[in-house]
Nanobody, 120 residues
Framework: QVQLVESGGGLVQPGGSLRLSCATS????????MSWYRQAPGKQRESVAS????????DYVDSVKGRFTISRDNAKNSVYLQMDSLKPEDTAVYYC?????????????WGQGTQVTVSS
């Protein structure tokens, strides 16, 4: 049974920090590129951060550069998102995503999401 379970969300004040975790099981996450997406009500889901399966290359959307850090621990099949200097506009449901291409096939998995609310 494939599972991606996010945790670590919650309510935080502007300028505060949270660390999101994505615990995976049922597949070899080390072979997948991993990403964090977020979606606010009435908005499109956007890719926030990604990390490759091979060399650990990372990418971030401009709005979070310098504030968020994605990392992975392949031994634990887990992915993390350290979020610092949080802003109200970071408020959204954050989703963990796994993606792999192999011989023309595309395999993608999603977690259920965790709510992040940044408010005074």
């Amino acid at each position: 049974q494939v599972q991606l379970v996010e945790s670590g969300g919650g309510l935080v004040q502007p300028g505060g920090s949270l660390r999101l975790s994505c615990a995976t099981s049922g597949f070899s996450a080390s072979a997948y590129g991993m990403s964090w997406y977020r979606q606010a009500p009435g908005k499109q889901r956007e890719s926030v951060a990604s990390i490759s399966s091979s060399d650990g290359t990372t990418d971030y959307v401009d709005s979070v550069k310098g504030r968020f850090t994605i990392s992975r621990d392949n031994a634990k099949n887990s992915v993390y998102l350290q979020m610092d200097s949080l802003k109200p506009e970071d408020t959204a449901v954050y989703y963990c995503n796994a993606l792999r291409y192999s011989l023309g096939s595309r395999v993608e998995y999603w977690g259920q999401g965790t709510q992040v609310t940044v408010s005074s």
